[in-house]
């Protein structure tokens, strides 16, 4: 029986004022699950790159902030440089369960999938209970079926920040001409079903509490309507 390549494993943080959680975050990652983790601060007002030199992590420093896309283009660019077979994107807000990360990567690590997402909304019940605000629920709920039905998928969220992704698709995805806000996750997603990429998800549970980053109802709405937009563009091509 021929044995499967070990396949390296790079997590990348996108932080941005993670002074106080960014600990708890890289701590509770299953030793062994990965080899590396990169954190690229952008710009941050606190001691999140101080804790993140502390705990002995590569940390990459943005002079001036990039916003939320600019960040992951930077994470992924260093992750390509160290070789990364699989890259997952773990926000250091603890907003997402560190623990679950074997669970995400290994639909990947057997085939199955080019790109995995961790999915809060698989029972509306399980998002509403983890303290998401019901205005966001219904957002990611409208969006969510308008992108099912443009892209042809049966996801159950696209707006996840947990994300798992193969050398394959970073490599094949134009990434860096994307926006530097946060549609760029938006624009991934679609550019990876113009790809033909498999595209999976696990469900996760849903953590909103005072440390974690979100957006507020005006950004909100703003990311919505560029959504909508990015899938307008992709239906008239």
């Given at each position: 029986m021929q044995l499967m390549k070990k396949q390296k494993v790079v997590v990348v943080m996108p932080?941005?004022?993670?002074?106080?959680?960014i600990e708890k975050t890289y701590k509770e990652i299953p030793k062994g699950s990965f080899d590396s983790v990169i954190v690229v601060d952008d710009c941050s007002r606190d001691k999140t790159v101080n804790v993140s030199k502390k705990l002995g992590?590569?940390?990459?420093?943005?002079?001036?902030?990039?916003?939320?896309?600019?960040?992951?283009?930077?994470?992924y660019t260093e992750a390509l440089k160290e070789k990364a077979d699989i890259v997952v994107m773990l926000h250091p807000d603890y907003q997402y369960d560190p623990k679950l990360l074997p669970l995400l990567i290994e639909p990947i690590k057997q085939g199955y999938f080019d790109v995995m997402l961790g999915s809060r909304m698989q029972t509306r019940e399980g998002a509403l209970s983890g303290g998401m605000p019901i205005y966001k629920y219904l957002f990611n709920r409208m969006l969510t079926l308008i992108e099912n039905i443009t892209l042809g998928l049966n996801l159950s969220e696209y707006h996840s920040g947990y994300r798992a992704y193969t050398k394959?698709?970073?490599?094949?995805?134009?990434?860096?001409?994307f926006s530097d806000d946060f549609v760029f996750d938006q624009q991934f997603l679609i550019s990876a079903r113009s790809h033909k990429l498999r595209i999976g998800e696990i469900a996760i549970p849903t953590k909103y509490f005072p440390d974690a980053s979100?957006?507020?109802?005006?950004?909100?709405?703003?990311?919505?309507?560029?959504?909508?937009?990015?899938?307008?563009?992709?239906?008239?091509?």
């Open positions: 932080a941005y004022n993670a002074e106080k959680t992590l590569k940390t990459i420093v943005h002079p001036k902030n990039k916003g939320y896309g600019g960040n992951q283009k930077t994470c394959r698709a970073l490599e094949k995805i134009p990434f860096k001409t979100s957006i507020n109802f005006k950004r909100s709405v703003e990311y919505g309507l560029s959504t909508i937009w990015e899938l307008i563009k992709y239906v008239s091509k």
